[in-house]
């Protein structure tokens, strides 16, 4: 039987008080999601593993949550794959950071972080400047 990976995180905007700039970036971000392929399309990033509250006061404050998750047949094994599938969609985003944990059977459990060098990120931005940590935990006992 092959091992479970389980993928799961979120991505977070910058906070804003000018309610017209954020309303643009939280559509922007929605169109970059809804492009991703959907059903059995994707093997790494898929549409319907992100959510992200829309509306203020309906689980949005100043800064927009993307959530995430999904299972993967052992993915640990082409994680550099799904890293850069990963880092291509962020390119495309308003974020200011982003949390990726990832729970191996085998492997334990590790968490990858993303920063923006400048604070924020927006797509016109030519490159990802970030600083990326990663972090490990022990093995996943059952």
Known sequence: MESESIVYGC???WPSLDDQAHRLRRETNRRVL???P???GWAFLGREMF???EQPGAGLFRTQVIHFGASYPAVEYEWSLW???FEALLKQLYWS???VHLETELNGIHTFRWESEQGLHSPQEDNLRVRCAWEREGGVHG
């Open 11 to 13: 991505i977070r905007d």
């Open 34 to 36: 809804d492009s991703l």
């Open 38 to 40: 959907g059903g059995e």
């Open 51 to 53: 959510s992200c509250c």
């Open 83 to 85: 890293v850069k599938e």
């Open 97 to 99: 950071s982003a949390v």
